[in-house]
């Protein structure tokens, strides 16, 4: 049974007078983002024997290794390539049109544990990105143009650095829960777009089978082990 703790050193005093320790540790799930555009994303369905630790690091689908203390909940976007070069000028050549305009504005983040919804947020691309450290990079443009006579006075064309955008984690709603979830208790948590599917705009850039969009939805806390 999921627990809310509402003192973390009252909680664990127990568990450490029978030996128990903490370490920090983060679970993983990515969920493939489709072309077809899934109308549900199931998280934690995976363990990973059955992918990669980078994708999953559950050991096994659907349930934590030890009891968890979870404090923190964020989702984000993976992707291989940006291909940041392949910008040809078309909403369809750069992510930049999805995180500007689609479906990161969609969507409801939903866990469920004993029989109700513990957490439920619209939203949650934008409302709970994770908090990981990353590069900005910005471009000014094109700075300077210098043209000059020739016969015939023919420009043939200016290229400009592709546009790029990430989602901002400033003014974003923190999910800092504080939940014991034991060993055993089931993990039912998702992403649904009750509204109906919202499709992937940058179609050249993303590709099921070689260059596929995932979300992944990280759960931060404190591991229970025996020593």
């Known amino acids: 049974m999921i627990q809310a703790v509402y003192d973390r050193d ?8 029978r030996g128990w320790r903490t370490k920090r540790h983060s679970y993983i799930s990515s969920v ?7 109308t549900e994303l199931r998280f934690f369905g995976k363990g990973f024997r059955d992918t990669n630790k980078e994708l999953d690091n559950l050991p096994v689908a659907g349930r934590f290794d030890g009891p968890f ?12 390539n940006w291909s940041l070069l392949a910008f040809a000028g078309d909403d369809l050549d750069t992510l930049a049109s999805d995180l500007v305009m689609g479906f990161p504005w969609a969507g409801v983040f939903t866990f469920n544990g004993n029989g109700e919804d513990l957490l439920k947020l619209p939203q949650p691309l934008l409302e709970m ?27 043939l064309s200016v290229i400009t650095p592709a546009p790029f955008a990430h989602i901002a984690t400033d003014r974003a709603f923190s999910c800092d829960p504080l939940w014991f979830i034991d060993e055993g208790d089931p993990l039912d948590v998702s992403l649904r777009y009750p509204a109906g599917a919202v499709h992937p705009i940058a179609t050249d850039i993303t590709d099921d089978s070689t260059n596929p969009l995932y979300v992944q939805c990280l759960f931060h806390g404190e591991l229970l082990t025996q020593n």
């Open 10 to 17: 009252i909680f664990l005093a127990p568990f450490r007078q």
């Open 32 to 38: 493939a983002y489709t072309e077809s555009a899934p």
């Open 69 to 80: 203390l979870l404090q923190s909940i964020s989702l984000r976007l993976k992707i291989k």
């Open 129 to 155: 990105p994770d908090r990981a450290g990353e590069f900005q990079v910005k471009s000014a443009g094109v700075r300077t143009l210098t043209l000059t006579e020739a016969t015939p006075n023919t420009l």
